[in-house]
């Protein structure tokens, strides 16, 4: 397997990872969803992408909430598990950010550090730039991402977790400007090797690539409170855009 190129495209639609991450916390993000849309005042006749939806925790929520979203997903297996939850205010696809799509909506919500996965810059430009192009003239988007500065100050080099009947083995560094995850783990007596890599990208960075895809940055938040963003201890990089 080629880790530098297709390591998201692999480990993304193994049961493996949705095994690992399985624990995630939906009453937080949940919360988050809520804070979001009251901030933005989204009226609920909006239709929002949620990009990068995986098994769409996030679009089956903002469709309990009335609005109509498009969950779009490189991952197959992700998107076939949630189009059983699909109905005519809720719709899945399967789609590359990276490409353009052929749709306009009010808002797209991008969450849980599910950008920056790319060797090229600008490849990340180009999801930005595919994110300007949908979204209507007053149109939104969200941005949810991890703040590097605390999660590389913080970073935990190795540790093992358990879930199910399986042991993941974990290494973290950072190298060439990417964080990156080693997983190892044993399934039946098979060996398997996994990779997360994703890039270290601060906020002057990202202000960087907005300003090449004419994307301006409202607002910038650092956790799911919404509470006011501190680049040394805040756990999240929120940043609210606009055309």
């Known amino acids: 397997m080629d880790n530098t190129k297709t390591w998201f495209s692999e480990w993304f639609n193994t049961t493996y990872y949705h095994i690992l991450y399985k624990n995630r916390n939906n009453e937080e993000a949940q919360r988050f969803i809520k804070n979001l849309v009251s901030f933005l005042k989204l009226p609920k006749e909006n239709t929002i992408l949620d990009l990068a939806c995986g098994k769409g925790r996030h679009s089956i929520f903002l469709n309990s909430l009335g609005y109509n979203v498009i969950g779009a997903d490189l991952s197959k297996n992700s998107i076939d598990y949630a189009n059983k939850f699909g109905n005519s205010k809720l719709k899945f696809i399967v789609q590359d950010m990276r490409k353009p799509f052929n749709i306009k909506v009010n808002a797209v919500f991008n969450m849980f550090t599910s ?3 790319f060797d ?3 490849d990340d430009i180009q999801v930005l730039k595919n994110i300007e192009t949908m979204i209507e003239t007053d ?3 969200v941005v949810d991402y991890m703040n590097v500065n605390k999660v590389i100050k913080n ?6 977790i358990a879930r199910d009947h399986l042991n993941f083995n974990i290494k973290r560094h950072l190298t060439n400007g990417f964080i990156t995850k080693d997983i190892d783990l044993t399934d039946k007596g098979e060996e398997f090797h996994f990779q997360e890599r994703v890039k270290a990208i601060d906020l002057d960075k990202f202000t960087s690539y907005c300003e ?3 994307l301006k940055i409202n607002h910038i938040f650092g956790d799911y409170n919404l509470s006011e963003f501190n680049s ?3 756990d999240r990089l929120i940043l609210i855009l606009s055309k």
């Not at 970073?155 to 093992?160: A, H, P, R």
Request: hydrophobic residues 30%; without cysteine.
């Open 212 to 214: 090449h895809a004419n």
């Open 115 to 117: 950008f920056g996965y």
């Open 155 to 160: 970073l935990v080099k190795s540790e093992t």
């Open 139 to 141: 149109g939104v988007a």
């Open 232 to 234: 040394d201890t805040s």
């Open 120 to 122: 090229d810059d600008n």
